[in-house]
């Protein structure tokens, strides 16, 4: 595999060299022929449709909406008229004659009526069926729509969703955190509306700070992500909000057995807006789901759009500004017991532009900060304190060319400081953040031209690093995407990739639950980490609407950053290398319809770590995994949703006894007796043991209706309907077992006006 690893990284950083050659010799079709691009929208609130098919059925060609809603299709013979069919699940589909003239780009704006009035909630929908020849190995498309009803735990949540696809992790019931295909939760990326988002959890981590009420769509890769994307090695989720009702005012309101919220969205001249609040009122759920104990969190989340198009100004061009501000407090009541607080601020400017050729262009300017506290009152903990201030300028610019090619090309700049201040053994604070700026660049080329063959071949270009790892030694970070169409229905793909990461976390693993992660730039002493994709698939759509896939997946990773087991003295160091791999394969399952949703998806996988000579499972390696979604829409607005989940045990470190351990509180002075030893714990291998099997069976059901001016939505959900009783962990000091979610029976409510 070294081998093999070397000579791809050799041979993809000459054809990076070649890149702008091919951009420049490269030629367009000289015929008579014309440019297709468009928008296409819901016809009742005007909010963008992602993901959308559009087929010229005469010419058997398509394409498929970006998530800004905007499509194109080039090489279209001039001078003639064509149907061209709009579908969406969920929408009616729509015919329409379109006039192709010679050499240039035709720009039509299109709505789309919905079958029957819907909210939203989150459907992973199929892939596109228009663009066999898309190189998009490893991405799930991911829309707020109406026709799947997911059993929610406590709020629909796009991060709890993730954990139904194959390859995704979690370590337990009441966390939203994910792992994916055997990379820590430090390493995926977390976008919104472009602006990365470093602290995505509430209460306990129990679900995102991201309502899923402000959402529009989202793209979540797996794995092998193109050029465009950097900072992290294992995946990508970016999200992106809706711009607000541009036809009417409206406001929805929201309760769940935890928080409530109020969405408020309408017109404005040349634009549209949205204002959304979220808080909580209670945490006796919260009970619930942790073994009764008591929890005194207190959380909200706000986010507000304001969209601008005024042709008159600059034909073309949208402007947005945006902002998102979240916090969480736990505060206790007893004085000998740790207090926590974190917040996250988000805002950002966006300018999109497009012209009059088939040119797309973004300019974003964002700020992202997040701080982390614990406040130890009485208690022995120390007390400690995490800051992130990120500035980020980014701009994007994609070109389509007349045989279909596509280059993208752009520069981020990042201006990042960290702070991590905290006690050491003697008292005294001290702070290891850091300061920089990294300027990175990107380039990549779609070969589109073929109908059967598409490749993604690009690079990251990092100019500048705040890591102490010399820039010529992680200069690179070439990345490869191949699809190829057998047959019409069969499609082949392979991918390729090197990442690198310069932030990490300081965070135990041996922690059941994480409320706090402080992250830090990759100190002096340590390289960022690094990470190599090697991705193989193949898609089945031959007996529509049938979809079955298959991914094999490895990936190797290299000065891994785990916290140093071993620091006894303040001058220790906090992290220590290490490396990492896993591979495995995922199997998946779709039948999707306007009235039954089925799917099914296995993942058979390893993931093994290495620090300091020692070899071990990570907390989340799981070998077997299986999935079950079952979704029908039923009479008079009712609908009916169960998932099955069936995972092989988490690993964990077992307990091998107890003694008695002299607890010295003052270093100099004091007389020691057996009072003050108190019980320690002994533990065996790390992660050694195996947790018995977990299994799940939960089920919903929603009704949507109406009520004079009101629109309302109404669920119930059951959750773990037989009572299955899978083991969360072992407490180290009694050994006693905590076991995870019971039957619970939850219920939502939202209102529209």
């Known amino acids: 595999m070294l081998v093999f690893q070397i000579f791809i990284e050799k041979h993809i950083r000459k054809f990076s060299l070649l890149f702008f050659y091919l951009v420049l010799t490269i030629n367009s079709n000289c015929q008579s022929i014309g440019t297709l691009r468009g928008l296409i929208t819901d016809s009742t609130n005007g909010e963008v449709l992602a993901f959308c098919n559009v087929y010229i059925k005469s010419l058997k060609t398509g394409a498929t909406t970006d998530p800004r809603g905007y499509f194109v299709i080039s090489s279209i013979p001039s001078e003639q008229t064509y149907e061209v069919i709009f579908s969406y699940v969920g929408y009616k589909t729509k015919i329409d004659s379109i006039y192709i003239t010679k050499n240039k780009v035709t720009n039509i704006d299109v709505s789309l009526n919905p079958t029957t009035y819907e909210t939203n909630q989150i459907e992973i929908i199929g892939k596109d069926e228009s663009q066999e020849n898309n190189p998009d190995l490893g991405l799930e498309k991911i829309v707020m729509k109406q026709l799947s009803v997911l059993p929610k735990g406590i709020e629909t949540d796009i991060l709890k969703s993730l954990q139904f696809l194959p390859g995704v992790r979690s370590t337990g019931d009441i966390s939203a955190k994910y792992y994916v295909r055997g990379g820590s939760n430090n390493q995926n990326l977390i976008l919104l509306d472009g602006i990365e988002l470093y602290n995505p ?14 959402i529009n769509n989202a793209e979540f890769y797996k794995g092998g992500f193109p050029a465009e994307f950097g900072g992290r090695i294992s995946s990508v989720l970016s999200i992106i909000s809706k711009d607000g009702n541009k036809n009417k005012y409206s406001a929805k309101l929201g309760l769940s057995y935890i928080s409530g919220k109020l969405m408020i969205e309408g017109p404005i001249p040349y634009g549209s807006f949205y204002l959304s609040g979220r808080k909580s009122y209670s945490t006796n759920m919260i009970k619930k789901l942790n073994n009764e104990e008591k929890i005194p969190f207190d959380f909200y989340d706000a986010a507000f759009k304001i969209n601008f198009s005024n042709p008159d100004f600059i034909k073309g061009s949208k402007i947005t500004l945006n902002g998102f501000i979240s916090n969480d407090k736990l505060i206790n009541e007893d004085p000998y017991i740790e207090n926590f607080k974190w917040n996250n601020e988000l805002f950002g400017f966006r300018w999109f532009q497009v012209g009059d050729s088939p040119l797309f262009f973004e300019i974003n300017l964002s700020y992202s900060h997040f701080l982390g506290e614990i406040i130890p009152n009485l208690s022995n903990v120390r007390p400690l304190k995490n800051e992130v201030t990120d500035f980020s300028l980014k701009s994007n610019y994609n070109y389509i060319y007349d045989n279909n090619n596509e280059i993208n090309f752009g520069i981020h700049i990042k201006d990042i400081k960290t702070k991590y201040v905290s006690e050491n053994i003697l008292g005294v604070m001290t702070d290891v953040g850091k300061s920089g700026t990294i300027i990175s660049a990107f380039g990549k080329y779609k070969f589109m031209q073929f109908e059967n063959l598409g490749i993604d071949l690009g690079t990251r270009v990092n100019l500048t690093r705040i890591t102490a790892g010399k820039v010529g030694n992680n200069t690179f970070e070439p990345r490869i995407s191949i699809n190829y169409s057998l047959f019409s229905g069969f499609i082949l793909k392979a991918a390729y990739g090197l990442y690198i990461q310069d932030l990490t976390t300081i965070s135990d693993e041996e922690q059941i639950i994480t409320l706090l992660e402080p992250w830090i730039v990759t100190p002096d002493y340590l390289q960022p980490e690094k990470s190599t994709h090697y991705i193989i698939g193949a898609e089945l759509n031959i007996f529509a609407p049938l979809q079955i896939s298959v991914e094999g997946y490895y990936k190797d990773i290299s000065n891994l950053h785990a916290i140093n087991n071993n620091k006894f003295l303040p001058n220790d160091r906090d992290l220590v290398d290490g490396k990492g791999k896993s591979y495995g394969v995922e199997f998946s399952i779709k039948y999707p319809t306007s009235i039954l949703n089925i799917s099914t998806a296995y993942s058979l996988a390893w993931a093994y770590k290495e620090v300091e000579g020692w070899k071990y499972y990570p907390k989340y390696d799981t070998k077997h995994t299986i999935n079950f979604l079952f979704d029908i829409k039923l009479w008079y607005g009712f609908h ?16 091998s006894g107890y003694y008695d351990r002299l607890i010295i509180d003052d270093p100099y002075f004091k007389d020691y007796t057996y ?14 043991g195996r947790l018995p099997t977990y299994h799940r069976l939960d089920l919903s059901l929603t009704n949507k209706f109406e009520i004079s001016f009101l629109r309302c939505e109404a669920g119930i959900s059951i959750l773990n309907i037989y009572n299955r009783k899978n083991i969360f962990y072992y407490k180290k000091d009694t050994g006693e077992r905590v076991n995870m979610l019971p039957f619970l029976l939850t219920g939502t409510l939202s209102i529209e006006i």
Do not use: K, M, W
Request: glycine share 10%.
């Open 675 to 688: 009072s003050n030893c108190s019980p320690y714990t002994l533990l065996g291998d790390r992660n050694l």
């Open 640 to 655: 009916l949703g169960t998932i099955f989940t069936f995972s092989s045990g988490l690993p964990f470190t077992q307990i």
């Open 201 to 214: 959890f509430h209460a306990l981590g129990l679900f995102s700070v991201i309502d899923a009420e402000i």
